[in-house]
């Protein structure tokens, strides 16, 4: 595939692992999201009503900082957007980068990562939020799926 960007946040890792094997296969340029303060396991503690995602995610106006805003995207007619589900949608990291970059006139597909949750309502979100962006599929990758179902998916 040409000009196609696979765009990921991973927090833990398992996002990175995914992104890596699905750029790889599908010949893609990477690029990874990083918040300016990363999150540690502490933050990232769910039970926890203190903790910064929880209170990122009930706030729907939260934009994290990214370490670097805009990142070029003028030659890629694919963006690929990959992120774990939090709170059943996207972290508000991925709010952060839509708003910096512009996605008009893009193809973008989402893929996340979870252990339960689909990306159903992630994309859903996603559609809602950003009405001019062309969201075309959204999937749930585990890092099991063969270089064939990457393909397919994108195609």
Not at 23 to 33: C, F, L, N, V
Not at 45 to 64: L, V
Not at 121 to 138: A, V
């Amino acid at each position: 595939m040409d000009n196609v960007l696979v765009v990921y946040f991973s927090a833990s890792g398992v996002t990175r692992k995914v992104a890596d094997r699905l750029a790889r296969t599908i010949r893609a340029d990477q690029y990874e999201i990083e918040p300016v303060n990363k999150y540690t396991g502490v933050d990232l503690d769910w039970h926890d009503k203190r903790s910064r995602t929880t209170i990122e995610m009930e706030d729907k106006t939260a934009r994290p900082e990214m370490k670097e805003k805009h990142i070029g995207l003028e030659k890629y007619d694919t963006i690929i957007l990959g992120f774990p589900v939090w709170w059943y949608t996207a972290p508000r990291i991925i709010n952060t980068f839509i708003e910096s970059n512009n996605l008009e006139g893009k193809k973008v597909y989402v893929f996340v990562t979870s252990g339960g949750s689909g990306s159903e309502g992630s994309f859903k979100d996603l559609k809602e939020t950003y009405p001019n962006i062309n969201f075309i599929s959204s999937r749930r990758l585990r890092g099991t799926e063969t270089e064939d179902d990457y393909k397919e998916w994108i195609k």
